[in-house]
Structure formats: structure tokens, C-alpha cells
């Protein structure tokens, strides 16, 4: 039996370390048969990732700074000159200041507001357009999500928002790359244990909200958002953009 990712190549960002959803998709591409690429954001954070990229045995790791428009506009000659075409995209970068997650949304600063929706939501777009090139055969871009974006979330505050534009941004891109054959999705993963949810202040409780509530009486796991992102990056997705699939246990239907 064919392995459903084999032949392709994926470049995976927001790798932060083993718990991490994007490490688990990394992980599941390379089972699948894909050359995985890794991306670190400062030099700081080099050693530890060419430490997980062994690990995962990824291709190779690059730096890249989303919020620098130097590093996107490098990244595809940097890629191009080893790996010319690329397959898959995973998008799993977010980040609010501390201090815009513990007050309420009404208290957001301007400069919070603005640096959670570019980091958050921008870099998703950034991101497609420095890639593209390498797309020549089209593909997949996928982008992580959550429930806050849809719904409010008690904590969750300015990333609610910023997801918000993050899943707008997915239809608009999945129209404009759709000519090229390319894919753009999100998933909208329900709440797992990761250093990114250690910032949401009582994230334990929520953990517990969807453990009693969901359908399937149980929070999802990291090997579940990362099947379905094989799934969507797979063949098997071919007829999928523009989507965002929830992967939380079914908690996204439940009323009152």
C-alpha cells in the first residue's frame, strides 16, 4: 500500500517542540512518505530545532521570521535552491502579548490588537505569497484555528479576533490560488494541552468544559488534528478549500 503523502514535500512552521499540533502534522507527513522542511523563527531557537528535525528526520530547517518582510521574500530563494518544488504548507504561528489575553477585549490596545493580527492572521497570507512560486504543480496550504474565532471564548480575547481574520483570509487565498490548483484550508482544532494554551488563563477549566459537554465525551488529540491534516493535504482533499474542519470532539455543534 502506497503511503498518501509520498513524493510530496511540506514546509512546517510553528514546530515549538514535541507536544506541539504542528510537530504531531510534521510527524504524520513523514510517516505518510513527505520530506518535511522545518522553519525557527530566531537564531535562538536553531539548535533546539535542528534538534527536533533530527528527530522527526526532516529534510532540512530554515529561519524564518514571519514578521520581517526580508525573511518571506528570502525564504523561497533560500528553498528554491535545494527543494524548487513544494507540495504542502502548514501555517501554525500565532502570538498576543500577555497582558491583551488577561483583560477583557474591550481593553485591547491598539498595538496589541494590530501585533496578534498580523503575527496571527497576516503571516498566513505572507506566508502563501512567498511560497507560491514553489507551488508549480499546485497543493496544500493549511492553517490552524480555533473555536474563539467563531464563537467568544471566556480568555481568549484578541485571538478570538485575529483566528477570525485567520479563517477569512483562508476563503480569500482559496480564491485566489484555487487557478493554481492550490488548496487553503484551516482547522479549527478543539483545546489541547501545548505551550501556546498554557497562555490562556484557566485553560484547565476549558479542557474540562469539553471533556464533560463534547459528543464524544473527550478532547482531541494531537494525532487526530494531524491525520486530518494528512487527509487534507492527501489526494484524498482534492476537492476541499476554503474550509474550515473542525477536529474538537464534536463540541462545535453543542447548544445549551
Given at each position: 500500500?502506497?503511503?498518501?503523502?509520498?513524493?510530496?514535500?511540506?514546509?512546517?512552521?510553528?514546530?515549538?517542540?514535541?507536544?506541539?499540533?504542528?510537530?504531531?502534522?510534521?510527524?504524520?507527513?513523514?510517516?505518510?512518505?513527505?520530506?518535511?522542511?522545518?522553519?525557527?523563527?530566531?537564531?535562538?531557537?536553531?539548535?533546539?530545532?535542528?534538534?527536533?528535525?533530527?528527530?522527526?528526520?526532516?529534510?532540512?530547517?530554515?529561519?524564518?521570521?514571519?514578521?520581517?518582510?526580508?525573511?518571506?521574500?528570502?525564504?523561497?530563494?533560500?528553498?528554491?535552491?535545494?527543494?524548487?518544488?513544494?507540495?504542502?504548507?502548514?501555517?501554525?504561528?500565532?502570538?498576543?502579548?500577555?497582558?491583551?489575553?488577561?483583560?477583557?477585549?474591550?481593553?485591547?490596545?491598539?498595538?496589541?490588537?494590530?501585533?496578534?493580527?498580523?503575527?496571527?492572521?497576516?503571516?498566513?497570507?505572507?506566508?502563501?505569497?512567498?511560497?507560491?512560486?514553489?507551488?508549480?504543480?499546485?497543493?496544500?496550504?493549511?492553517?490552524?484555528?480555533?473555536?474563539?474565532?467563531?464563537?467568544?471564548?471566556?480568555?481568549?480575547?484578541?485571538?478570538?479576533?485575529?483566528?477570525?481574520?485567520?479563517?477569512?483570509?483562508?476563503r480569500?487565498?482559496?480564491?485566489?490560488?484555487?487557478p493554481?490548483?492550490?488548496?487553503?484550508?484551516?482547522?479549527?482544532?478543539?483545546?489541547i494541552?501545548?505551550?501556546?494554551?498554557?497562555?490562556?488563563?484557566d485553560?484547565?477549566?476549558?479542557?474540562?468544559?469539553?471533556?464533560?459537554?463534547?459528543?464524544?465525551?473527550?478532547n482531541?488529540?494531537?494525532?487526530?488534528?494531524?491525520?486530518?491534516?494528512?487527509?487534507?493535504?492527501?489526494?484524498?482533499?482534492?476537492?476541499?478549500?476554503?474550509?474550515?474542519?473542525?477536529?474538537?470532539?464534536?463540541?462545535?455543534?453543542?447548544?445549551?
Amino acid at each position: 500500500m502506497s503511503s498518501l503523502l509520498q513524493g510530496k514535500t511540506a514546509l512546517v512552521t510553528g514546530v515549538a517542540n514535541k507536544w506541539s499540533i504542528a510537530y504531531a502534522i510534521a510527524q504524520a507527513f513523514r510517516r505518510e512518505g513527505a520530506t518535511v522542511l522545518l522553519t525557527y523563527q530566531a537564531e535562538r531557537l536553531q539548535r533546539a530545532l535542528t534538534e527536533i528535525g533530527e528527530e522527526l528526520g526532516a529534510a532540512k530547517v530554515f529561519q524564518c521570521d514571519v514578521s520581517k518582510d526580508e525573511d518571506l521574500a528570502n525564504l523561497a530563494t533560500v528553498l528554491g535552491a535545494e527543494f524548487p518544488k513544494i507540495d504542502i504548507v502548514v501555517h501554525s504561528i500565532a502570538f498576543a502579548n500577555g497582558e491583551d489575553l488577561s483583560r477583557p477585549f474591550v481593553q485591547t490596545s491598539r498595538d496589541g490588537f494590530k501585533l496578534a493580527t498580523e503575527v496571527s492572521a497576516w503571516s498566513l497570507v505572507g506566508l502563501a505569497n512567498a511560497v507560491r512560486p514553489l507551488m508549480t504543480e499546485g497543493g496544500t496550504i493549511l492553517t490552524l484555528s480555533y473555536l474563539g474565532a467563531q464563537r467568544v471564548i471566556e480568555n481568549y480575547n484578541v485571538m478570538g479576533v485575529a483566528k477570525a481574520a485567520l479563517e477569512a483570509s483562508v476563503r480569500y487565498l482559496a480564491g485566489d490560488l484555487g487557478p493554481a490548483n492550490i488548496r487553503v484550508n484551516a482547522i479549527s482544532a478543539g483545546p489541547i494541552k501545548t505551550a501556546a494554551a498554557r497562555g490562556i488563563k484557566d485553560f484547565s477549566k476549558i479542557l474540562d468544559a469539553i471533556a464533560a459537554k463534547a459528543p464524544l465525551r473527550r478532547n482531541c488529540t494531537t494525532a487526530e488534528v494531524a491525520d486530518t491534516a494528512v487527509f487534507l493535504a492527501s489526494d484524498l482533499g482534492r476537492g476541499v478549500t476554503g474550509n474550515t474542519i473542525f477536529v474538537d470532539s464534536g463540541y462545535q455543534i453543542m447548544g445549551l
